[in-house]
């Protein structure tokens, strides 16, 4: 088994220079996962600068890749319009916590700590619309699903705010994976 400082480690940058500081930072943060889960096999970090009208700045986009045994775990955090991610060192934040939590879940998992309920998909809201008409969550393993406000069960957007934990159904929609019957953590209902 791998010790933390001996995981193989992967860096690409894309569309920006190679930096030592930021190098140095995602070798601590994998350092710091290798701790938590000290099975990891190799793991590949793919730091993206995506450009953008020259107004808005530069964005980043940041991937990771973790091979544990009998699995691979991928995180990613993308920039949206919200311009969240124009500083690197937040993408690279948020990623990592994703995979922590991925890996955290694997962990529960694998000590059979899993309950019934824990396995239905959730998340937490993270964007609600100014005219209330639709959100956003971001499920555990950190993806992002758009749902609409029809999908709510028992609730309606107006009561809901950001950082609302929920359950939902997901389903691919024309711009890609959409969460449907979503209800919040707490609320007892049937998914059919």
């Known amino acids: 088994m791998n010790t933390a400082k001996s995981i193989p480690l992967q860096i690409n940058f894309r569309n920006l220079d190679t930096s030592e500081a930021v190098e140095a930072k995602v070798r601590k943060k994998v350092e710091h996962l290798g701790h938590f889960y000290p099975g990891i096999k190799s793991c590949r970090v793919a730091i993206e600068q995506l450009h953008r009208h020259h107004h808005q700045g530069n964005h980043f986009h940041v991937r990771i890749d973790l091979k544990v045994p009998g699995h691979e775990l991928v ?15 937040v993408a690279l934040r948020d990623a990592f916590d994703a995979m ?12 059979g700590h899993v309950k019934h309920h824990e396995e239905r ?12 008409t639709f959100g956003r969550i971001e499920s555990v393993d950190g993806r992002w699903l758009y749902f609409h406000r029809n999908s709510l069960i028992g609730e309606d957007l107006e009561k809901l705010q950001v950082g609302t934990p929920v359950y939902y159904v997901e389903d691919l ?16 209902h049937i998914l059919v």
């Open 75 to 89: 995180a990613g955090r993308e920039p949206d319009e919200n311009h969240a991610y124009s500083d690197l060192y």
């Open 173 to 188: 929609g024309d711009e890609g994976p959409q969460a449907s019957s979503v209800y919040p953590v707490g609320k007892h």
């Open 121 to 132: 998909p959730h998340g937490h809201i993270t964007e609600i619309s100014a005219d209330k």
């Open 100 to 111: 922590r939590r991925q890996l955290e879940d694997l962990v529960r998992h694998q000590q």
